[in-house]
């Protein structure tokens, strides 16, 4: 009876590191779930809804949504096979205001990652 206790108390040690792994590390099941994280990371959502999702050449997709009368797009991969989090090319230090009406960063690859006010 004593080692069924320990197994026990090891399957939850595992399982609570295994979660603790995955919120420290912003990992999500969903590409969707991943998109709202990192709206929340950047305080910038959620979105009312996503007008647009496409799909890149590597396996990862772009995320566009409507956000307060603008629009917010966000960069999201797969990882791990059965994880989603934003793309790794995407720095959110250093994101700052351009022209006022826009809030953007350039990535490594030429993408555009952020928010636009709509007329």
Same mark, same amino acid.
């Given at each position: ?57 590597? !396996?990862?997709?772009?995320?566009? $949504?409507?956000?307060?009368?603008? &629009?917010?797009?966000?960069? +999201?991969?797969?990882? @791990?096979? #059965? ?10 230090? !250093?994101?700052?205001?351009?022209? $006022?009406?826009?809030?953007?960063? &350039?990535?490594?690859?030429? +993408?555009?990652?952020? @928010?636009? #006010?709509?007329?």
């Amino acid at each position: 009876m004593k080692r069924i206790k320990q197994c026990v108390l090891f399957l939850l040690v595992l399982i609570l590191c295994g979660g603790l792994w995955v919120m420290s590390n912003r990992l999500y099941f969903s590409p969707e779930a991943a998109f709202h994280g990192a709206e929340r990371g950047l305080r910038c959502g959620p979105s009312e809804e996503i007008l647009l999702t496409y799909p890149r050449g590597d !396996g990862s997709q772009i995320y566009v $949504g409507k956000w307060n009368n603008g &629009l917010s797009v966000i960069p +999201v991969e797969q990882y @791990l096979g #059965l994880f989603w989090r934003m793309s790794t090319d995407v720095d959110v230090e !250093g994101y700052h205001s351009m022209y $006022g009406d826009v809030d953007a960063r &350039l990535t490594k690859e030429s +993408v555009l990652v952020g @928010l636009s #006010l709509l007329p």
